[in-house]
């Protein structure tokens, strides 16, 4: 059975997450039901609305609804943390939107590396919003990339990709669950293939490259000078 450690932290991480976790506890699909996830790494609990109340983060609850260890470090290199990481002793490490970056030590940790479930066609919408960006500049179409990681910002080599069209009432929320879900199937569809060798991988080609970053409340503020749809 494959040790997996999963790091992730919103939503978007919950599909993936639970597609992990149960055919292995439920034996809903015995060709998945090789994976073990041994650990979660998520972000540590933050303090959120008007009464800046502690949340934990989705994934985090999850994990322990599900009687899965959990850490949450400030920084993922911090000692701690690593001693941890390297007492779970991880085949592969699966990542979805955890929002920190992976050092080298990090990634050559598992025989299997680190895969990550991106939500773009890379290498179009590298970065931590690509959701928002792909709406934003009007794209026709977006998706879902399974990744292994390298030490850049999502520049490693593509293991699998699956697209949608992108609608004119297309919202982040909407294209965020269709692809959070979507992502989920990719993985479970890719990593046996992977695991196995079956898969080759195909290096990012950086032309057609594109950045976006993280978004600011700036990036929220509404433009009247466009008409409603735009701004819809």
Same mark, same amino acid.
């Not at 850490?71 to 939107?97: C, F, R, T, Y």
């Given at each position: 059975?494959?040790?997996?450690?999963?790091?992730?932290?919103?939503?978007?991480?919950?599909?993936?997450?639970?597609?992990?976790?149960?055919?292995?506890?439920?034996?809903?699909?015995?060709?998945?039901?090789?994976?073990?996830?041994?650990?979660?790494?998520?972000?540590?609990?933050?303090?959120?609305?008007?009464?800046?109340?502690?949340?934990?983060?989705?994934?985090?609850?999850?994990?322990?609804?599900?009687?899965?260890?959990?850490?949450?470090?400030?920084?993922?290199?911090?000692?701690?943390?690593?001693?941890?990481?390297?007492?779970?002793?991880?085949?592969?490490?699966?990542? +979805?939107?955890?929002?920190?970056? #992976?050092? *080298?030590?990090?990634?050559? $940790?598992?025989?299997?590396?680190? !895969? =990550?479930?991106?939500?773009?066609?890379?290498?179009?919408?590298?970065?931590?919003?690509?959701?928002?960006?792909?709406?934003?500049?009007?794209?026709?179409?977006?998706?879902?990339?399974?990744?292994?990681?390298d030490v850049g910002l999502d520049t490693g080599p593509m293991l699998a990709n699956r697209s949608i069209v992108l609608t004119s009432d297309a919202t982040a929320g909407s294209v965020f669950d269709t692809l959070s879900t979507l992502g989920a199937d990719l993985l479970l569809?890719?990593?046996?293939?992977?695991?196995?060798?079956?898969?080759?991988?195909?290096?990012?080609?950086?032309?057609? +490259?594109?950045?976006?970053?993280? #978004?600011? *409340?700036?990036?929220?503020? $509404?433009?009247?000078?466009?008409? !409603? =749809?735009?701004?819809?």
């Amino acid at each position: 059975m494959t040790r997996i450690v999963f790091m992730g932290s919103p939503d978007f991480a919950l599909p993936s997450l639970r597609a992990l976790i149960d055919p292995a506890r439920e034996g809903t699909n015995s060709h998945h039901g090789q994976f073990d996830v041994v650990g979660v790494i998520t972000q540590p609990d933050r303090a959120s609305g008007r009464g800046r109340v502690m949340k934990a983060p989705p994934v985090k609850t999850l994990a322990q609804e599900m009687n899965i260890p959990v850490i949450q470090p400030e920084k993922l290199n911090q000692p701690d943390a690593m001693g941890q990481l390297h007492a779970w002793s991880p085949d592969l490490i699966v990542v +979805a939107a955890f929002g920190q970056i #992976l050092k *080298k030590d990090v990634l050559e $940790l598992p025989n299997h590396g680190c !895969v =990550n479930v991106h939500a773009s066609l890379l290498p179009r919408w590298r970065g931590a919003a690509p959701i928002n960006a792909a709406i934003l500049h009007g794209d026709e179409e977006t998706g879902v990339t399974i990744m292994q990681m390298d030490v850049g910002l999502d520049t490693g080599p593509m293991l699998a990709n699956r697209s949608i069209v992108l609608t004119s009432d297309a919202t982040a929320g909407s294209v965020f669950d269709t692809l959070s879900t979507l992502g989920a199937d990719l993985l479970l569809e890719t990593l046996p293939d992977y695991l196995s060798g079956k898969i080759k991988p195909i290096p990012q080609s950086n032309e057609g +490259a594109s950045y976006a970053p993280m #978004l600011t *409340k700036e990036d929220g503020a $509404l433009d009247f000078t466009h008409d !409603v =749809n735009e701004l819809e």
